[in-house]
């Protein structure tokens, strides 16, 4: 896939989500944050990966998204708290069944 390509899909996905669901809250936060590979030691699209392949770490995924760029800011922190995390596999669950409602097509 192309940057293009890319670049369609992901404004399908933001047209089919809004910021008060679950999967437009996670989205914010992406918006806000910044992945810095030297710091991570990940690729951003294997960082993004991890958290599908193991929601049972979004808490532990968050907090390291938050430090990959060492710069706290306060968009990231907002985002953060409007993501209302009480429940973590919850918020992943309701992520996913959202996420596969999403047509893009």
């Known amino acids: ?3 293009k390509q890319l670049l369609a ?3 399908a996905c933001l047209l089919s989500t809004t910021p008060e669901t ?3 809250e996670l989205l914010n936060f992406c918006l806000a ?3 810095e590979p030297k710091n991570s030691g990940k690729t951003v699209l294997n960082f ?6 193991h929601p049972e770490k979004l808490t532990q995924w968050i907090s390291d998204a938050i430090d990959s760029d060492d710069d706290y800011s306060v968009d ?6 409007e993501m209302h995390l009480k429940n973590p596999n919850e918020f ?3 992520l996913f ?3 596969n409602a999403v047509n893009i097509r």
């Open 1 to 3: 896939m192309d940057n």
């Open 9 to 11: 899909h992901t404004m």
């Open 22 to 24: 679950t999967l437009g």
């Open 33 to 35: 944050a910044k992945i």
């Open 48 to 53: 993004a990966e991890d958290l599908l392949e």
């Open 76 to 81: 990231e922190m907002v985002a953060y708290s």
């Open 92 to 94: 992943m669950n309701r």
């Open 97 to 99: 069944e959202e996420l």
